[in-house]
């Protein structure tokens, strides 16, 4: 299949239209209201060609190369005289109104409006007349909107509303006064608003946090980079100047993320500048004034008598580094037994199938699903964001039949229409803004054990041999698993955030069962706690609580606790008893928080920003992030070089490659994992990879206050790096590179030019190794369904305790970001409208609640419409610690 | 010579021919009756040969736009009939429609037959109210008689009618905006292909007439397409609403055979100018580029609208007199489709007001004599390069105004004011 581009030939994908591949093939066309994710609406006119019917044909027909489908031997001119006029028009046009007040336009520098201005060649103006004036709106803590800079392309609200489902978010009037925001001033609801300051073309919406610290995007060092806010690993790129971090922007993986990011994953990034930053040593609360030596370090613990405690959110080198320098013996993972428990389960489930997980961009293509006991849209907000994409898939194959293509967005959405495909949720819980609900076919709310026993009907109407559950739910298992099997590509979701084992072994039941019709089990998603919640898991190590257990039995006589607030995971008197009965502890963190603060040895750890590691996402991927920036104090390292120093060996590894060789000899799972980055050597034709694009100002003297001398960069053992603009122009695996940019293209759609089909890999391949594969075919070896009578009975007038999750407030990390914190709830305590009626509670109104007899906490009341009776919910985060499973009582006061 | 024929006219100062007794004792339903008699497609057959073109201002086929329905969709097919006229200079549907609504039902269930559509959508503009309460109460009537509903004249083909008031956007009357605006969304028109017939209403195939179009149904029905064709000129069937307005001495509506001379309506109909000389006729709404009096001699037809440069548009002329300021009328126009444009795609919803604010100064006294080329430039270039024919007919009158005033509008320039002394009401 091939077109014709100007004369000269193209290979071309006919289910493409010609913009797309003109972009593909690295042919400058300008555009503004097609998006790859978005596809095309044929508004904007800017990607005007000329195309003709035949070799003969020489007058052809202007066409919008967007709205064209790339048949075979069509024939097209970009360069065409009228074409080109045409495109400088539409510039012109857009320029009428536009402000031209690129120097004071947060927007400027990366502005595709900008680029697109350029590109079209559209010079003199022929106007002088006023331009019309709007009102802007505050949105929020995380967007600006300065609206008259809007070239009224649509692409907002087609992403903000179309894709991401979100309802505050519109087109007003008409004419040349069309207004994009809210119907009026307040915070944008959906959790991926923050997408809106990259899909927008010109800086309408901007980011408010980066607009706090100002600089350019040339000015900023970056480096490829994963979140560390959820357990879905999405590829980032953080941006720093002189010492901070300014911003986090997507980073393209065509197998994670796409496109986009979650808010939380966009601006949880200011706990990197947070004031509870630990950045020097201390050693019993007193800062350590000068350089801790590796022998002080040594000293400070005797060896033998120690345990580790890793953690979910330190780096799968750090957690290893740890294992290695207690032993495995003494080597803990940092969560709680039932955490650890869940996680365990879910690894096993994954290496040993036969059900797949899918990635994050293969959930979008899935087209029918069962959502068990997960609140996806709050602990992996990025997984509803695909399953919103996913509903699309069936009534989609409607536009196919009718010979529409699937990018051709408007009229696909005609015919979709209301439409949605099967998606089935059974949960405690759901997401405060039930985004996801609205969407479902059925929405079932019980509790964990219940959800657990639809899930096994499931199963079980999907395939006899499955053991059978107590029928409680009528036709419902059938009707679920009617649409499992009818589909092409069936998908189980579900996670620990129910935290019930049973909820998890149902949710594989199901995807196995799936294959019995089909051959080929169902694809298969849990969502895990945290950024690295399996990495660590696979490191092994016991829980939390046989930690405590060792040191109530005296076995140990001091702890070493990685990346760890042990008050987030346990209850705080167990916490108490285990660090007042340990002689010496060492934390190691970049953040101060309660455990910190009780330690005899405080060392400062580098955030993901300042080091480079590796986590493994809930996929069973495992990510590389690369350090971004050498923070100005040089006390700040990353965890395994403190732990290499506590050994006294600071050269045991040398940098970071030797240190996860030493991991791949011990542990085989991660064979594989350099192969998430590149060896520190490696070079592009003998120069390092600069962090920073080349017109970065002022490296050389931007310690001209304090030093006149020019500083050297900082070097860097840990990858091929540089902190500095020079070195390698052109990185040919695009995965490496630190930023997206071309010659013409300075906005993040320079993408384009990162991959040989747009939406598709990047050049030299997505980032990551996949560590968990099931073993093919593997008989599926099912579990058995909770029974109604083997449940203790509960203790009567006590409530279940389920945790709640926000996307704002219940991670760790991103909840110290000022726009964050400013969005997370206050404590409270959630009750369903039935509950909240029997007790006679109202809204707001204070309770005193005890979880398992513990002392009692007073929080006000919120009613949570779909919660089931007998539970109540407290929110993950604000309220500090609540196990899975507890039970308590609230009374009024 | 005999009676001209009438045909959606009949009944026009009828007393009280809205009422369906009335309309019945004057031979109404009959067409209905007898097209629920015939094999739909021997329907289409006769709308094929009647030629009737759209009466909404395209002027495509009524008869070949049914046929474009597919015939192995599944899915349910809707009649949508455009009664938003909204286009300046134009009030023939809203005459219709109060004065004989149950032609227009009568026409409906004729066309919803003939497309095997069970449901039919009237979509009124907002402001004719008497027009949509007539309608209504034609409706009302039909559906007590047993004429919509489940069983229309005992035939088991359910037929419902809803109405729909548009909100006052002229766009709205763009077939794939109105369906837009039907489904509740925003009133942009829709990128085509798909057509309209394919993915229509509700992403079902769907077939959009003007009110006129489908009240010309039963008659075709009752007395033959070839009848019907023979009324009118070859390849363009029928009578069709004629109107007249602005500086004429006898403005009005009337219904003639499709042929009758632009100069017969405007000098004889009409009367001539009210001044005293005639400067020039828009010919069938405001967008249709207007022609000067050397060039209206003319068959009033679809085709030699086209040959002359213009278009036929919706058949309503306006006149223009020697006291009319070229310059002012364009600015006038401009304004307004500067202000109707949706704002979806770029040459228009920018052009349109750039072409606008280049007139109004230029009226003002304040433009200068390059902004004239400035102006050609800027709005041809909206010709053809938009997503719905709003462009062109924004874009193509004043383009004409510009060309065939040309030495008016640079003398505004030159003068520095208006030498027709008009005050301009921007
Ligand atoms: C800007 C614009 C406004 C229109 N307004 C009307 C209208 O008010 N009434 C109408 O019948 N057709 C209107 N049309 C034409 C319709 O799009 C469509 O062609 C017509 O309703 C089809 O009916 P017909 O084939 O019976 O003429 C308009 C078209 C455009 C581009
Ligand atoms: S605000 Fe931005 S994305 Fe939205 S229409 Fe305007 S330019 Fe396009
Ligand atoms: S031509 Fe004008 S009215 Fe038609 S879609 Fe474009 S902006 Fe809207
Ligand atoms: S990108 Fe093709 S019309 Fe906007």
Sequence with gaps: MAIWIDGRRHEADPERNILDVCLSRGLDLPYFCWHPALGSVGACRQCAVKVFKDDKDTRGRLAMACMTPAKDGTRLSIDDAEARELRRSVIEWLMLNHPHDCPVCDEGGECHLQDMTVMAGHLVRRTRFEKRTFRNQYLGPFVRHEMNRCIQCYRCVRFYADHAGGKDLGVFGAHDAVYFGRHADGVLESAFAGNLVEVCPTGVFTDRTLGRHYVRKWDLQTAPSVCVHCSLGCNTTPGERAGSLRRIRARYSGAVNGWFLCDRGRYGYEFVNSERRVRRPFVRGEAATSEVTPAALARAWSKGRVLGIGSPRASVESNYALAALVGPERFHQGTSAAQTALVATIIRILREGPARTPSLREVERCDAVLVLGEDVASTAPMLALALRQSVRRQPERAALELGIPGWQDGAVREVVGNRKGPLFIAASVANEARELDELATRTVRAAPEDVARLGFAVAHALDASAPEADGLFGRLPAQIAGALAGAERPLVVSGTGAGSEAVIQAAASVAWAAGAGRGRAAELVYVVPECNSLGAALIGGRSLAEAFAAMERGEVTGAIILENDLYRRAPEADVDAFLDRAGHVVVIDHLAHDTASRASTLLPAATFAESSGTFVNNEGRAQRFFQVFDPDSTDIRPSWRWIAALDGATDRWPNLDELQAALARELPIFGEIAAAGVPAEYRVRGARIPRALHRQSGRTAITANRELHEPRPPEDPDSPFAFSMEGAPRVPLARLAPEVWAPGWNSCQALNRFSAEIGGALLGGDPGVRLLEPIEGAPPAYFSPPRVDSLPEPPPDSLLVVALHHVFGSEELSALAPGVAELAPKPYVALGEEEALERGVSEREEVDLSIDGGPILTLPVRIRPGLPRGAVGLPAGPVRFVPAGSRARISKR | ?426
């Excluded at chain 2, 004249?153 to 709205?172: K, L, M, Q, S």
């Excluded at chain 2, 228009?348 to 280049?358: A, F, L, M």
Aim: some cysteine.
């Design chain 2, 1 to 426: 010579m005999t009676e001209p024929v009438k045909i959606v006219t009949r009944n026009f100062g009828v007393d009280r021919a809205w009422e369906i007794d009335v309309y019945e004792s004057r031979g109404g339903y009959e067409g209905a009756k007898k097209a629920l008699s015939m094999e739909p497609a021997k329907v289409v057959e006769e709308m094929k040969a009647a030629n009737l073109r759209g009466r909404g201002g395209a002027g495509f086929s009524a008869g070949v736009k049914w046929g474009f329905l597919p015939r192995d969709n599944p899915k349910p097919r809707y009649l949508v009939v455009n009664g938003d006229e909204g286009e300046p200079g134009t009030f023939k549907d809203r005459a219709l429609m109060q004065n004989d609504p149950h032609l227009l039902v009568e026409g409906i269930i004729s066309a919803c037959w003939a497309t095997g559509a069970h449901t039919a959508y009237v979509y009124i503009r907002g402001e004719l109210k008497l027009a949509w309460q007539r309608v209504e109460g034609a409706i009302a009537q039909a559906k007590a008689k047993g004429y919509l509903g489940k069983r229309p004249f005992g035939v088991d083909f359910p037929v419902e009618i809803h109405t729909h008031r548009g909100g006052g956007a002229y766009i709205c009357g763009e077939e794939t905006a109105l369906l837009n605006s039907l489904e509740g969304k925003r009133g942009e028109p829709r990128l085509k292909p798909p057509f309209p017939a394919v993915v229509g209403a509700f992403g079902c195939p769907t077939v959009v007439n003007n009110v006129e179009t489908i009240m010309n149904v039963p008659w075709i029905v009752l007395f033959g397409g070839e009848a019907f064709h023979a009324l009118g000129v070859k390849g363009d069937g029928g009578t069709r609403m004629y109107g007249l307005s602005g500086r004429v001495k006898r403005p009005g509506l009337h219904e003639l055979p499709v042929g009758t001379k632009l100069s017969t309506l405007v000098l004889e109909i009409g009367g001539g100018p009210l001044g005293n000389e005639l400067k020039g006729v828009i010919p069938g709404g405001s967008s249709t580029p207007v022609l000067l009096p050397h060039e209206i001699d003319i068959p009033f037809t679809v085709d030699s609208l086209k040959a002359a440069g213009s278009m036929m548009g919706t058949g309503c002329a306006i006149v223009l007199d020697e006291t009319v300021c070229a310059v002012r009328a364009a600015s006038n126009l401009a304004r307004f489709y500067w202000h109707e444009s949706c704002g979806q795609c770029t040459p228009c919803r920018e052009g349109t007001g750039w072409v606008h604010n280049i007139l109004a100064n230029l009226e003002a006294g304040s433009g200068k004599v390059e902004e004239v080329a400035v102006l050609l430039s800027a709005a041809k270039s909206i010709m053809g390069n938009t997503i719905c024919p709003f462009g062109d007919g924004a874009a193509m009158p004043i383009v004409a105004f510009a060309q065939k005033f040309h030495d008016e509008f640079l003398r505004h320039a030159t003068l520095k004011k208006c030498p027709y002394g008009g005050r301009f009401a921007a």
